[in-house]
């Protein structure tokens, strides 16, 4: 069975700092583009980030650029986001996705394109939850 297991979230306040984590398993981790979305309540989904399979190349969401960096370790079947000077606005259910790279499909390359495929991942984690106070 394939899980992609979300971790790290909590409640910090503005300025601070947290680290995700998505751990893997199940499926061939190396193979797959993954992603983070976020969704607060009320709000529509939201791409944070992204990051390649081949290259490891990343994509951000304008609302996290500069702010968030977001790394992928194949040899743990994981990638993290390190989120820097958290902001109130950042507080949502964070949620990491993968996707296998097909020729053609939206879903190959990290972009906006990517984050609109959202409709198209192979799989989702449950997510993690995090609280920026003011």
């Known amino acids: 069975e394939a899980l992609l297991v979300e971790s790290g979230g909590g409640l910090v306040q503005a300025g601070g700092s947290l680290r995700l984590s998505c751990a893997a398993s199940g499926f061939s981790f190396n193979e797959h583009l993954i992603g983070w979305f976020r969704q607060a309540p009320g709000k529509e989904r939201e791409g944070v980030s992204c990051?390649?399979?081949?290259?490891?190349?990343?994509y951000y969401g304008d609302s996290v650029k500069g702010r968030f960096t977001m790394t992928r370790d194949n040899a743990k079947n994981t990638v993290y986001l390190q989120m820097n000077s958290l902001k109130p606005e950042d507080t949502a259910v964070y949620h990491c996705?993968?996707?296998?790279?097909?020729?053609?499909?939206?879903?190959?390359?990290?972009?906006?394109?990517?984050?609109?495929?959202?409709?198209?991942?192979?799989?989702w984690g449950k997510g993690t939850l995090v609280t920026v106070s003011s």
């Open positions: 990051i390649s399979s081949s290259d490891g190349s990343t």
């Open positions: 996705a993968a996707v296998s790279p097909s020729p053609g499909s939206p879903g190959s390359v990290c972009g906006s394109n990517w984050f609109n495929y959202y409709y198209g991942m192979d799989y």
